[in-house]
């Protein structure tokens, strides 16, 4: 599996629950803040659903 570095760019201010605790589970939380994930199916449907938050760079 390829590796993906997720940073967050956008707050989660004024944003549904639900987004707000896929940015916490993803690892994320302030903005600049950056992980390095396992692209899974998992993680993939994660990105999908706070795509608007984050920038994804493949590694």
């Known amino acids: ?4 570095r997720i ?3 956008k707050s989660t201010i004024d944003r549904p629950e639900t987004q ?3 940015i916490k589970a993803l690892g994320l939380g302030k903005i600049n803040r950056s ?3 396992e692209n899974s199916e998992a993680i ?3 990105i ?3 795509i ?3 920038k994804v760079e493949e590694i």
Do not use: F, N, P, Y
């Not at 599996?1 to 993906?4: A, D, E």
């Open 20 to 22: 707000k605790r896929t």
């Open 7 to 9: 940073t967050q760019i």
């Open 52 to 54: 608007h938050l984050v």
């Open 35 to 37: 992980v390095e994930k």
């Open 44 to 46: 993939a449907g994660m």
């Open 1 to 4: 599996m390829s590796k993906v």
């Open 48 to 50: 999908r659903k706070v």
